[in-house]
């Protein structure tokens, strides 16, 4: 029995190859135009590293007028979640990183879940079959420990190859025979590769990889009828027109083996780009940002910090191109999409992921927002995650947008808001909801102030009507007529006879009426409040003595 006869025995209602390679046409793109694809298993929910990888893969496809797709990759059902794939769409696109093709989309190059692939594989396997690449297994599971102990013990490389091989010489007829007197079987590849023989790779961010060529006839078809990883990669990264693999360096050791199916199978190979891991660092040590021990690893994590998803693209592109923040310094007003990332930029070995970081740049980002959006966008999280900050928003509409307005739109705008919480967290004394709220809001920071001059200020100065220029010179004036230093010169020659200088009385009008000695400028807080909450304050604050 030939090759061939063999390999129509086993397959015998499969389409040929060249039916799926006419049926998938080679896409009609401009030059230059890259194909990426993000390719998860349906496991419920992704990590940062995941949404890194997605992110990267989009802004190449995006930048060349390529195209980026969705595949879902559910041939390891033992990993599988119910609705994982629901799940890992929504996180995706909750960050804004939409697909052009592919699962829950349509396109012309799917079915584009892979279980529904089953006859394109088995198309392939039969190919190669028939050309002597690749053969029935019939070895039991006992079988492979068995040969994994003796290799174990006698320091041998471990797996299938070589002498190891023993189905790899197996007839036709012989495997024929032995299928049909009921044995089970899987498929292997019949490497060509010679162990000893180097090779050198390069890929688009590691750069030259030597790896010693693949000899293993690693599996192609499970016995559950499903392809591997491995198999499944090849064919349909081929048939999907995929320009660049981008994908995690995990995978960089199975490259000779992906390699070699290519070549088996007779595919142009892609170009592989292997992205660093994200480290964190814990202690003294650098490690890899885990998933199981690391909330920050979580991209639902940072939904609930409230940090704009906008915040965090800027975040990954700046880890994701080592000149990426100085562009983007040099042009706030431009858009991640008019920077260009280039594959020798990124990082070689790892990625440093660091939280605080992230809230700097998240910080930057706010302070370049118009407020009437920070508004919008603080509501929409607080009717999420804190419903009693909801509604007072929604009771101080344009109250709100004038307290994020203060100091913003200008050149050095407040870096004080990293994330939709920060609002009621630095700003709550504004709401008399929350002020009220408090047995104490002054804790015990009224004892450090002497308030008599304040009385008698807020007896006779008013606010709303001056502009700040009149009303800092009142400020001043008054301070000067009740013991203060005007000027520092005076001050710092004989300190003991004043009360302090006139930043130190604008201090205890700003502990009075915000109960922080830090806050956007006083006279637009003071303004905000009004004199009628201001006296009420002022009320309290004299009775914490
Ligand atoms: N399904 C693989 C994974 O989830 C995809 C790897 C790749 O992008 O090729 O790790």
Redesign the pocket.
């Known amino acids: 029995m030939t090759n061939e006869e063999f390999a129509n025995y086993l397959f015998p209602n499969v389409q040929d190859v060249s039916y799926y390679e006419n049926k998938y046409k080679k896409r009609n793109l401009k030059e230059g135009a890259i194909v990426t694809?993000?390719?998860?298993?349906p496991t419920g929910s992704i990590h940062m590293g995941n949404l890194f990888?997605a992110f990267i893969s989009k802004q190449y496809a995006r930048q060349s007028g390529g195209i980026f797709f969705l595949r879902v990759?559910d041939t390891d059902q033992k990993r599988e979640v119910e609705n994982g794939i629901e799940g890992i769409v929504k996180d995706v696109e909750s960050f804004g990183i939409n697909f052009d093709e592919g699962y829950g989309i349509g396109g012309e190059y799917g079915p584009y879940l892979q279980s529904e692939r089953g006859d394109i594989y088995a198309a392939y396997v039969k190919y190669l079959v028939a050309k002597g690449l690749a053969y029935p297994c019939f070895c039991s599971s006992s079988e492979i420990d068995e040969n994994r102990t003796i290799q174990e013990s006698t320091k041998e490389r471990i797996g299938y190859y070589g002498r190891w091989a023993t189905c790899r010489d197996l007839t036709p007829d012989t495997a024929k025979e032995k299928i049909e007197a009921g044995n089970p079987y899987i498929f292997r590849m019949k490497s060509r590769g010679d162990f000893n023989k180097k090779h050198v790779y390069h890929d688009a961010i590691k750069g030259d990889l030597e790896y010693p060529e693949n000899d293993m006839d690693n599996v192609i078809l499970k016995s559950d009828g499903l392809p591997t990883?491995h198999f499944a990669?090849a064919i349909d990264d081929h048939l999907m027109g995929t320009t660049h693999?981008i994908?995690?360096d995990e995978?960089v050791s199975s490259l000779p083996v992906h390699l070699e199916l290519f070549d088996l199978l007779g595919f142009k190979t892609p170009q592989y780009a292997h992205l660093a891991p994200l480290l964190k660092k814990d202690g003294d040590v650098v490690r890899k940002l885990s998933k199981r021990k690391d909330p920050e690893a979580s991209v639902r994590y940072y939904h609930e910090l409230g940090i704009p998803v906008d915040a965090i693209k800027l975040y990954l592109s700046t880890v994701g191109n080592t000149n990426f923040e100085e562009w983007y310094l040099a042009n706030p007003d431009k858009n991640i999409t008019d920077f260009t990332f280039q594959f020798d930029k990124m990082s070689v070995g790892g990625t440093m992921f660091d939280l605080a970081k992230l809230e700097n740049i998240s910080k930057v980002y706010f302070s370049v927002q118009k407020a009437d959006k920070i508004y919008d966008e603080v509501l929409n999280y607080s009717k999420q995650y804190d419903l009693e900050f909801a509604n007072i928003l929604e009771h101080n509409k344009d109250y709100t947008i004038s307290l994020l307005n203060i100091e913003r739109e200008i050149e050095r705008p407040r870096k004080d808001i990293g994330a939709y919480p920060s609002v009621r967290k630095e700003f709550w004394y504004m709401y008399d909801e929350l002020f009220n709220k408090e047995a104490n809001p002054y804790q015990d920071i009224a004892k450090n102030y002497q308030y008599d001059d304040l009385i008698t200020y807020m007896n006779t100065i008013y606010l709303s009507t001056d502009t700040e220029e009149e009303w800092f010179g009142k400020v001043k004036d008054f301070a000067g007529t009740h013991g203060y230093a005007i000027n520092r010169k005076d001050y710092k020659a004989d300190p003991s006879s004043f009360k302090g200088q006139v930043s130190d009385f604008c201090e205890l009008i700003r502990v009075m009426a915000t109960t922080k000695t830090i806050s956007p400028n006083l006279y637009d807080i003071l303004k905000l409040l009004g004199n009628d909450r201001l006296k009420k304050r002022l009320e309290l604050f004299a009775r914490q003595k």
């Open positions: 694809r993000y390719a998860p298993s990888q990759e990883y990669h693999v994908r995690g995978w």
